[in-house]
């Protein structure tokens, strides 16, 4: 199966970055900006990158936008030609559309546009940063989706001397456990025996309740 096809609409620190790591997985890039220094800083490193308006529909349509999987807008200052990159690539068929916005409101607005996905980088990267400096026993964190991580923790002195049966984490915190690390091999081991004693130095992987996992951490 073909990887998918990424336009670029702002090639700023936010777009450039995101072009250069899907490039980076080879997939196929278009990046486009107005400026030149912009398109110039990313040339080497995607597909294309090309100097034009992307407020301009026929411009894009003549790049063959059209046939792209997913659109990436990264103009979160400018609300306008946010606005006009979205219906634009609404219009000639994009099939997913992510944009960048710099507040609340710009967000509301984009949706409504027809933006899938709409993201707050600094917000959202504010919010991460704070939520590890806050972490005491978790070690690593991927979110699944607005609910659901998967989480590497080491055990927490509450669980410690205490069988995983009797500790019954499924009912009281929604978590499941995937597996354990191993303290010699520092390989993960996926068949636990629910009457394992937890241990002090033990590493859990799980899937939890982002919220519920995070918050019975950070007591």
């Known amino acids: 199966m073909k990887n998918k096809q990424f336009v670029v609409l702002g090639l700023g620190v936010f777009g450039s970055t995101v072009a ?80 960048k916005a710099k507040n609340k409101r710009f967000m509301q607005v984009l949706e409504k546009v027809g933006a899938d996905r709409v993201v707050r980088p600094e917000k959202e990267m504010g919010l991460k940063i704070a939520r590890s400096l806050l972490r005491k026993n978790i070690t690593d964190l991927i979110q699944l989706d607005d609910d659901y991580s998967i989480v590497e923790i080491k055990a927490p002195y509450s669980w410690q001397g205490s069988s995983l049966s009797h500790l019954d984490l499924r009912k009281k915190l929604n978590i499941n456990i995937l597996g354990k690390r191993n303290s010699e091999t520092k390989k993960l081991e996926f068949f636990i025996d629910p009457d394992y004693v937890v241990k002090e130095n033990d590493l859990f992987l799980l899937v939890a309740d982002t919220d519920k996992i995070e918050e019975f951490d950070y007591r």
């Open 20 to 99: 250069k790591t899907l490039s980076s997985f080879d997939c196929e890039v278009l990046a486009i900006d107005k400026s030149p220094e912009c398109v110039e800083r990313v040339a080497d490193d995607v597909t294309k990158a090309v100097i034009g308006d992307v407020t301009d529909v026929e411009f894009l349509n003549e790049l063959g936008v059209g046939e792209f999987d997913v659109g990436i807008v990264a103009i979160g200052n400018h609300l306008e030609e946010a606005i006009l990159a979205v219906m634009n690539l609404k219009e000639l068929g994009v099939q997913q559309i992510v944009a």
